[in-house]
């Protein structure tokens, strides 16, 4: 009967985790600078900081868009991209687990090439 509680419990358990939220690339801080620095960032036309500053990304399912400001600069806007996280097909054997990840944000993650903004900004005219 242990066994079979046991058996049980740890079914239960890998149902309700989904693959992408336990194994997933879940990190969603993007890492924002300019050149020179003391630029206000924007997440989605909403102020958050100054740089350099982390940013962090809630919305993986479209794209963020960051816009950095600064008196006598030109305005520089950036897209954040995300992608979809493949570990979650294993889903497929777990099925409440797409479920888990989809409620997480976890099904997409925030792409790599996007997790740093490096701005040079230019002088306006």
């Not at 992408?20 to 924002?32: C, E, L, P, R, T």
């Not at 740089?51 to 950095?68: D, E, F, G, H």
């Not at 006598?72 to 990840?101: C, H, K, M, R």
Request: charged letters at 15%; proline letters at 5%; aromatic letters at 6%.
């Amino acid at each position: 009967m242990k066994i079979l509680i046991k058996v049980t419990l740890l079914t239960l358990v890998l149902a309700i985790s989904g693959c992408a939220s336990v194994a997933g690339d879940n990190s969603k801080i993007v890492h924002v600078s300019s050149k020179p620095e003391g630029a206000k960032v924007y997440v989605n036309n909403i102020p958050v900081g100054t740089t350099p500053t982390q940013v962090s990304v809630n919305n993986t399912w479209s794209p963020t868009l960051i816009t950095l400001k600064k008196k006598g600069y030109e305005d520089i806007n950036a897209q954040v991209n995300t992608s979809f996280q493949t570990i979650g097909l294993l889903n497929v054997f777990f099925w409440p687990g797409f479920i888990v990840d989809a409620a997480t944000g976890n099904t997409m993650k925030v792409s790599p090439e996007s997790r740093v903004i490096n701005a040079d900004l230019a002088v306006a005219v």
